[in-house]
């Protein structure tokens, strides 16, 4: 059974810092391809960050120089940490795993099987 626990969410100012995790089991891809999403009220589900299993990386442009996508493969957890929130930063934050694609860069949702519950994720101004 696929397990996905996201945890580090919460509330904080703009221009503050958080760190997801995600505690990842059960899945047995031999090449794994994780990343982070959002989903903030009235809109669409939006890819945030992605990470392959060689370590290579992408990230929404919305978020690059301020997220980092990263893995502990031996504790099976994924991180974002996340600097220099904005309130557009909102959302609900979403980790899923997937087999690697071709295109598991470009972190379209239905390219990922597995999804965790979420954590809320608030930046005020």
């Known amino acids: 059974q696929v397990q996905m626990v996201e945890s580090g969410g919460g509330s904080v100012q703009s221009g503050g810092s958080l760190r997801l995790s995600c505690a990842a089991s059960?899945?047995?891809?031999?090449?794994?391809?994780m990343a982070w999403f959002r989903q903030a009220p009235g809109k669409e589900r939006e890819g945030v960050a992605g990470?392959?299993?060689?370590?290579?990386?992408s990230y929404a442009d919305s978020v690059k120089g301020r997220f980092t996508i990263s893995q502990d493969i031996a504790k099976n957890t994924l991180y974002l940490q996340m600097n220099s929130l904005k309130p557009e930063d909102t959302a609900m934050y979403y980790c899923?795993?997937?087999?690697?694609?071709?295109?598991?860069?470009?972190?379209?949702?239905?390219?990922?099987?597995?999804w965790g519950q979420g954590t809320q994720v608030t930046v005020s101004s």
């Open positions: 059960g899945y047995t891809y031999s090449s794994p391809y």
């Open positions: 899923a795993v997937g087999p690697r694609w071709p295109l598991s860069h470009r972190l379209q949702s239905p390219l990922f099987a597995y």
């Open positions: 990470i392959d299993s060689d370590g290579s990386t």
